[in-house]
């Protein structure tokens, strides 16, 4: 009897600590930016795609042919409160002389490149210079002083080329040294831990002293996760950098999600799925980064956007990233399009304090 009430009481209070951590972390000043539904807006799109000739052609639909509008159309509209207007100016303006880094997989080079996208649109005679090199990309405003940066790794923490194999190793995290001292980091990662044959870019998986063949690859993301939080609870100074984790970006391959036949994919979608809800629930890796950044010591703001992503069903470029030769594509977003809204929800956050 004393036992168990001790038990109840010690879940009890886990539980209202969780929920407590949570809402620290994903709602802000009583209302949930995240928790809202899409409305057709005529003002949108923010931009015209054929301003930024930076852009990667597999984010340009319109060019390779999409004929549909309505997507371009779509704003995200809060259920308990009105959010801001991206304003490209005030965001150089309080980003002068600092350095902002996306690190992660394609996702977040699609956010990248919306974010320079729009602030160029914003400001188009402001002096520019753009760099690929590689897996890190440099956008800078050179009258601002304002580099945006985008690092590309899919897993944050290392894989390694060793004699037996290419080891991907959940307990190390190389990378951190070139994030330090970045103003605001922005992470994402998810996709890759799916792959497996010739698209699976290791061997290996090592933890600890351990090698293992292959593992749940929900168990290793979380691992990996635990890494990466890890260094941020080391290595971050809350007072210098702002730290996100782009919440984990859907795809819609599969129509049964959300209610329609089995072997309807993306393709033909242009309209989202209207309502606050997606029929197809949470995702399993979403719930898991949730998780990881619940237990952290440093403040992390989650971008909380799989549940409005998920309900763009529509956005995606199909067979229009490429022109068609690259088949289906329902994982990216078109630009303009549904990154524009994280990109404007990451504004949003940063304006607030
Ligand atoms: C949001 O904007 C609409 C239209 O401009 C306005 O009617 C409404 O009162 C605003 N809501 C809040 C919570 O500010
Ligand atoms: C690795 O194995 C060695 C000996 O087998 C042990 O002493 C060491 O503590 C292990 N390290 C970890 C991180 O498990």
């Keep these: 009897m004393g036992w168990s009430f001790s038990i109840s009481v010690v879940l009890f209070l886990t539980l209202l600590i969780q929920i407590h951590g949570s809402g620290r972390s994903f709602i802000e000043s009583g209302c949930n930016l995240f928790q809202g539904s899409w409305v057709y807006d005529n003002s949108y799109p923010l931009y015209d795609i054929s301003m930024c000739p930076f852009i990667e052609p597999e984010f340009d639909c319109e060019s390779h042919g999409r004929p549909d509008k309505f997507y371009l159309k779509y704003r995200w509209q809060p259920t308990g409160c009105n959010l801001t207007r991206f304003n490209g100016e005030d965001f150089l303006n309080r980003l002068r ?3 902002l ?4 997989d394609s996702l977040s ?3 990248w490149q919306s974010l320079t996208c729009m602030l ?5 005679f402001a002096s520019y210079s753009v760099v690929r090199n ?4 440099i956008f800078t405003f050179t009258t601002y002083n304002v580099k945006l940066m985008f690092s590309r790794n899919a897993f944050l ?9 290419r080891v991907l190793k959940l307990d190390s995290i190389g990378a951190g040294k070139t994030w330090k001292g970045i103003d605001v980091l922005i992470f994402d990662s998810w996709h890759w831990w799916l792959h497996t044959g010739r698209k699976q870019p290791w061997d290996f998986i090592q933890v600890g002293n351990q090698t293992f063949r292959d593992m749940d690859r929900l168990v290793a993301y979380e691992k990996a996760l635990t890494t990466w939080a890890k260094w941020v609870d080391y290595n971050v100074n809350p007072a210098k950098t702002r730290v996100f984790f782009q919440g984990v970006s859907p795809d819609h391959e599969n129509a049964q999600k959300w209610g329609e036949h089995a072997g309807n994919t993306c393709l033909g979608q242009s309209r989202p799925v209207l309502g606050s809800k997606y029929p197809g629930g949470p995702l399993p890796a979403e719930l898991v980064l949730e998780k990881v950044l619940r237990s952290m010591k440093k ?3 989650l971008l909380d956007i799989t549940t409005l992503s998920q309900l763009r069903k529509d956005g995606h470029p199909s067979i229009y990233g490429t022109g068609g030769h690259r088949g289906l594509d329902c994982s990216h977003w078109c630009l303009p399009g549904v990154p524009d809204t994280w990109n404007v929800l990451l504004y949003a956050a940063l304006i607030q304090k």
């Design 120 to 124: 160029h649109t914003a400001l188009p």
């Design 157 to 165: 923490v290392d894989i390694v080329g060793e004699k037996n194999g």
């Design 109 to 111: 080079l699609n956010q």
């Design 134 to 137: 590689g897996d890190f990309s």
């Design 299 to 301: 403040p992390v703001k």
């Design 101 to 104: 880094m996306f690190v992660g």
């Design 97 to 99: 002389g600092k350095r």
